[in-house]
C-alpha cells in the first residue's frame, strides 16, 4: 500500500472512532513527512528531542508537533518554545522543569501524565498511588504553565488480546474516574486519552483511545529499533 493509502484508511478509522491519528515520525526523513503532510496529516509524533527540533524547522508551521518518547528534564528547553502536545509525563521534576520553560516561552504546555498499564519492567510510567500524589502535590498546584490534558499508557507486548483490552481499560476507566473529580485538581482539564500503537490501535479505539499513535504501519518499519 502506498503512504496515501494508509494515511486514508487511518483517518478514516479513527474519524468512526472520534479519535485523533498522531503520525509517529521518528527516524523518518523530512521528505517523508512532507509527503505525508500533503496527503493531510496534521499530528506528527517523535521520541527523540534533537530530531524533533530538526523537523520542525524545516517542515510547515501549522504542524502540530507530539513528543511521544521519554524526556529528560535538560532538554525541555529545546522543544518548549513550538511542542503541542508531550506525551509522556512521569514525574514532577519534569514537570517542574516544562513549566519553568513554558512560562519562558509566554505559553501553557499540554501534557498527558505517562500511566504504567503494561505488565512489563522496563516501560515507564506511574502508578495510580503516584499519580494522585503527584496530582495531589502542593508544588504541581503553582505549575500554572502547564496543562494537564490525560493520560497516556502502553500496553504489553503480547499477542494476548484480552490482556491488551483489559490493560487499555483499566486506563479509561482510570481517565473517567480522575475526570469526575477534575475540578479537585489544579492545572487539569481530562480530555485526551492517548493509547494505541501499530500493533494495538485498533483494541485501544475499541476502549476508548482519543489519540493512536501509529508509526510503522503508516510509514513501514524502521531501520533501527528506538524504543
Ligand atoms: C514508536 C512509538 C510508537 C509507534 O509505534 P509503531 O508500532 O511503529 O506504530 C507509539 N508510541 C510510542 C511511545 C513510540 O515510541
Redesign the pocket.
Known amino acids: 500500500m502506498s503512504l496515501k493509502e494508509n494515511i486514508d484508511r487511518f483517518n478514516n478509522e479513527v474519524e468512526k472512532y472520534n479519535c485523533k491519528l498522531v503520525a509517529?515520525s521518528?527516524t523518518k526523513p523530512v521528505e517523508l513527512l512532507q509527503e505525508a503532510y500533503d496527503h493531510g496529516v496534521r499530528i506528527f509524533?517523535e521520541?527523540k528531542v534533537q530530531e524533533l527540533a530538526q523537523k520542525f524547522e524545516v517542515l510547515p508551521k501549522d504542524i502540530e508537533w507530539h513528543m511521544?518518547?521519554h524526556l529528560q528534564s535538560n532538554k525541555v528547553k529545546y522543544i518548549a518554545p513550538f511542542v503541542s502536545l508531550i506525551?509522556?509525563v512521569d514525574s514532577l521534576k519534569l514537570l517542574k522543569e516544562i513549566n519553568k520553560r513554558a512560562k519562558q516561552n509566554n505559553r501553557v504546555i499540554n501534557c498527558l501524565l505517562q500511566m504504567h498499564i503494561a505488565d512489563e519492567e522496563t516501560k515507564f510510567g506511574l502508578d495510580k498511588a503516584e499519580l494522585l500524589e503527584l496530582l495531589n502535590n502542593d508544588e504541581f498546584a503553582q505549575f500554572e504553565n502547564i496543562k494537564i490534558v490525560g493520560l497516556m499508557g502502553?500496553a504489553t507486548n503480547t499477542d494476548n488480546e484480552e490482556q491488551v483490552r483489559s490493560e487499555f481499560r483499566g486506563l479509561k476507566n482510570l481517565f473517567e474516574e480522575l475526570k469526575a473529580q477534575e475540578n479537585n485538581f489544579p492545572n487539569c482539564a481530562f480530555s485526551e486519552i492517548s493509547m494505541g500503537?501499530?500493533?494495538d490501535y485498533q483494541i485501544a479505539m475499541e476502549e476508548g483511545s482519543t489519540m493512536i499513535?501509529?508509526?510503522?504501519?503508516i510509514f513501514g518499519h524502521?531501520n533501527y529499533q528506538?524504543?
Open positions: 509517529v521518528k509524533g521520541n511521544i518518547g506525551h509522556a502502553m500503537m501499530s500493533g499513535r501509529v508509526g510503522s504501519s524502521r528506538s524504543q
